[in-house]
Nanobody
């Protein structure tokens, strides 16, 4: 069992930056593929970014070039650095962990554990 806890959300003006963190419990963090998803009101949860065990990364086209996912296995933490934020980035952001092999996993149903989410609001 893995417990995930996100932090770092908040209110920011368009063009600003935020850094989200997600800390995991347990001793097998390095063996999980870690992903970030977001969900805006009235919309389905959508993929944002993923990082493999081997540190390979993959992004949604909507955030590529603006967001950066990274991980620190010594701290059991995955990060999402968000730059150039836009009002359409407003959502609850969730981190998730998947233990299905070292793949770029983008489907929410393929993840095994989820955090509680952190709100990101971008004002225009």
């Amino acid at each position: 069992q893995v417990q995930l806890s996100e932090s770092g959300g908040g209110l920011v003006q368009a063009g600003g930056s935020l850094r989200l963190s997600c800390t995991a419990s347990g001793r097998t963090f390095s063996s999980y593929v870690m992903g970030w998803f977001r969900q805006a009101p009235g919309k389905e949860r959508e993929f944002v970014a993923v990082i493999k065990w081997s540190y390979g990364t993959y992004y949604s086209p909507s955030v590529k070039g603006r967001f950066t996912i990274s991980r620190d296995n010594a701290k059991n933490t995955v990060y999402l650095q968000m730059n150039g934020l836009k009002p359409e980035d407003t959502a609850v952001y969730y981190c998730a962990a998947a233990r299905r092999g070292d793949f770029y996993i983008t489907g929410p149903t393929d993840y095994d554990f989820w955090g509680q989410g952190t709100q990101v609001t971008v004002s225009s």
